[in-house]
């Protein structure tokens, strides 16, 4: 008698589990917050304006990655993205090795032809990275950091223009 009160019990338990799992399974679809709809609709197509330095490229390139071809009447996007590194450790110590941050500061700006901004964003993204007194190795350490943290700016200023960015504005809706 025990072994099917246990029994019962399991199976009222599972099905207290699946019921609302299968109520919502045959109601509900999972589609992608930024789907594919958009894309194939052109509103994310942009043309690329020109960089002006290392970084600004390591983001454009980015971007240009995940938005489709533009067309000629598409809207501009312009990205600029600085750097800068910082000191994280205070102490004296024998070990060379210095700790160190590399913080990236980027913004983007879609305008129109005619020069009308349609959207602006502004994101930083930081990333760490030791020194030991090389100055070439400290160079390359300093430089490295801030192109991986420009690449985390450009992931965040896409996923800020696919949230915010509402698409071009119809010039018939300007008057």
Known sequence: MWSSKRAARNILVSLAFLTP????????????????VAMAEGKFAFNFARPASRLDQ???QELALRFPDAKADSPTLTVSVSAGGRRLTRSASV???TNYEAVANGTVTITDASGRKLFSATRSASTGYQTNGQVFADTEAFRSASEQAARDVAESLRLAILAGYQGPVPAATLK
């Open 21 to 36: 799992a299968l109520a919502l399974a045959g109601c509900t679809s999972f589609t992608p917050v930024y789907s594919d």
């Open 58 to 60: 390591v983001a454009y």
């Open 95 to 97: 070990n060379p090795v």
